[in-house]
């Protein structure tokens, strides 16, 4: 038996004789099939020539570095389908289906790109290098603001002061001085939960629900004083969810109050859903962020919380979940809503078909509302989200399903639809890095970086600089390279760029120090 990558290691326990399949294994093998039968369709056809680890062979060129024939998803996918005889490449579109060759350029791609779906990196060393680094536009270095935070931050908001607030999702809220010292936590917010599980089928993702998400201020924070604090409401026995499992569920709300005398007071409800919409599913997918305009508008992301592995009900616009959604900055509804004169939906919603948003803010310079968001294996995004537009989830993805099939469950749900009914990502960032938070810079510390999208990743662990014009990509460039699970992303007032870091030994604060 040929030796596979680490990939398969991490799914099967092998004895010298007999193949044990450990029952937690055998769940993430099964629900990460098509990962591992693209590993092994390379290893049994490819690595002869190319290399078990892409590192080449007699016969074969590497397929690491520069690749001849472009490295881009659907140029790996036309090397491998059309081959190139004049060289010895065969072809193999009449030998692999079209899933079948995707599913080996995502892996040619995965493992370029050290991404994969072993490890969501909980666990990789963390260490804030010490030198400066070098990137095109500006150098900077990193300093540490505060470290040993619990593993399982959230969001970073700084305040006018130069002090940060900060949410730790099963903890609460505290306060981060300029010296770097944690508060204690403010009292009266809404409960944190702490209660982990893990599922079989993804052993190193912690889960959980009634999780804190995303801190925001009012943009007259300092004449009004009003925080907005996002969460997952966590009730028992309140529908017939929770009554017939016998267990919670959840589903996001948005409050605002004020901190006076490290205490949480006048709470008021901004948003909530209906109560038979509070779901059993972790909030590990709820989505979480907020942000607002210039203009009194308050955008947030409701992420899955919903059971169905179809997902059914992001695409139904009576449910909250898969959905933009925008208020007033009361929680009133706006007029100019896309649906905010239909009775039959939720008026706050302002696009749907979203599947795992991860960022969201809105360019005050060009009055654009922008999100990022996980694709499956494959076809992360970064949107320009306009009223009423339909994103795409789950009828249609540039990713693959983990079960190694295209994404098309609008045939399990009777929707049929054309491909031009769904708004395409302005970036398609495959193979997936677990797109995270991200800020548009203006920052007067890094002036050329002015306009770009700064963007985070958890599994790739990196930071991105993307700049786009006119709605389309112009350059990325990894600013920084395996750091650390970059969580959130924020600019203070004085243009301090502040980088957030879940760790499984503790949550960092870093911030960006020009040395130009």
């Not at 290399?51 to 520069?66: D, K, S, Y």
């Not at 009554?243 to 006048?266: D, F, H, Q, T, Y």
């Amino acid at each position: 038996m040929k030796k596979l990558s680490q990939y398969l290691k991490y799914f099967l326990i092998l004895l010298p004789t007999t193949l044990i399949v450990a029952p937690a294994a055998f769940a993430q093998a099964q629900a990460y099939s098509g990962v591992t039968d693209s590993i092994a369709l390379f290893q049994e056809n490819c690595a002869v020539c190319h290399g078990e680890n892409l590192e080449g062979a007699p016969q074969g060129t590497p397929l690491r570095g520069e690749l001849r024939h472009g490295d881009s998803m659907a140029e790996i996918t036309a090397s491998i389908g059309n081959g190139y005889m004049d060289s010895g490449m065969p072809t193999w579109r009449d030998i692999f289906s079209n899933a079948q060759i995707r599913n080996i350029a995502l892996f040619i791609l995965e493992t370029r790109a050290d991404v994969n779906y072993e490890t969501s990196n909980f666990e990789m060393p963390l260490t804030i290098p010490a030198g400066t680094i070098e990137t095109e536009l500006h150098n900077f270095r990193l300093e540490t603001v505060v470290s040993n935070l619990n593993p399982l931050p959230f969001s970073i908001e700084p305040l006018p002061d130069g002090r940060l607030l900060l949410t730790e999702k099963t903890q609460g809220v505290s306060i981060i001085s300029r010296g770097g010292e944690q508060s204690e936590l403010i009292a009266g917010t809404p409960r944190a939960y702490d209660d982990i599980y893990r599922l079989d089928s993804r052993l190193d993702i912690e889960r959980g629900m009634g999780w804190l998400f995303d801190i925001v201020l009012h943009p007259n924070y300092e004449e009004n004083g009003w925080i907005y604090l996002y969460f997952g409401d966590r009730c028992d026995d309140c529908n017939a969810i929770s009554r017939e499992r016998g267990s919670p569920v959840s589903m996001n709300k948005l409050v605002r109050g004020k901190i006076e005398a490290g205490e949480w007071i006048g709470q008021e409800t901004i948003w909530e859903a209906n109560i038979e919409h509070y779901s059993a599913s972790s909030d590990v997918a709820a989505g979480g962020r907020v942000a607002f305009d210039n203009a009194g508008h308050i955008f947030f992301s409701v992420g899955l919380k919903v059971q169905q592995r179809n997902h059914r009900g992001v695409q139904d616009l009576s449910t909250p979940w898969g959905k933009i959604h925008r208020v007033n900055d009361d929680g009133s509804i706006p007029q100019d809503n896309p649906f905010a004169h239909r009775d039959d939906v939720y008026r706050s919603i302002y696009t749907y078909g979203h599947r795992s948003p991860q960022g969201l803010e809105f360019d005050l310079a060009n009055g654009e509302l922008w999100g990022t968001e996980h694709g499956p294996r494959g076809g992360d995004e970064v949107n320009r989200l306009l009223p009423g537009r339909n994103y795409g989830w789950p009828l249609y993805s540039l990713g693959m399903d983990y079960d190694g099939t295209p994404v098309e469950y609008g045939k399990d749900l009777g929707i049929a639809f054309e491909l031009s009914d769904i708004e395409q990502p302005v970036v398609d960032l495959t193979p997936s890095p677990a797109v995270s938070s991200f800020i548009i810079s203006n920052s007067t510390q890094f002036p050329e970086w002015e306009g770009d999208f700064l963007v985070g990743s958890l599994k790739a662990r990196s930071l991105l600089r993307i700049d786009i014009e006119n709605n389309r990509l112009v350059r990325r460039e990894i600013l920084i390279a395996g750091l650390g699970r970059i969580r959130d992303i924020e600019q203070g007032p004085d243009g301090d760029i502040y980088l957030l870091l879940e760790h499984s030994a503790g949550g960092q604060i870093v911030r960006l120090v020009p040395v130009d």
